[in-house]
């Protein structure tokens, strides 16, 4: 995994949230997250994580099961194994090969 810079906050792999999740900075998803999640920064979702929530980010990077809609400013980036389903609004999308991918895009200008 690329280094993203400096992490602020991280939900281990055996950790379960649910509710809403509000963080300033990178963050890490490593356990499972029900409801919904904003970053004014970079969230990393990891290969271990089960995620069923509406994102609102600047960068999203998936390598784990996301399920919802996604809104990123910059980009969203989905890298095998992830798993997908959902709605992804960005003005830059990348799907590595392998990934499965249930949704639909929008592509948005950043402006």
Not at 33 to 42: E, H, R
Request: with cysteine.
């Amino acid at each position: 995994m690329q280094n993203q810079g400096r992490i602020s906050a991280i939900i281990e792999e055996g950790c379960r949230f649910e509710g809403n999740l509000s963080f300033t900075g990178t963050v890490r998803i490593a356990g499972t997250v029900t409801g919904s999640i904003y970053s004014n920064d970079t969230l990393i979702i990891s290969e271990t994580a089960v995620i069923n929530s509406d994102i609102n980010a600047n960068i999203v990077i998936i390598s784990g099961m996301v399920t919802g809609d996604i809104k990123a400013t910059s980009r969203v980036e989905i890298k095998k194994p992830a798993r997908f389903e959902g709605s992804i609004t960005s003005p830059s999308l990348i799907v590595e090969e392998g990934v499965i991918f249930h949704g639909v895009t929008k592509m948005k200008d950043k402006h």
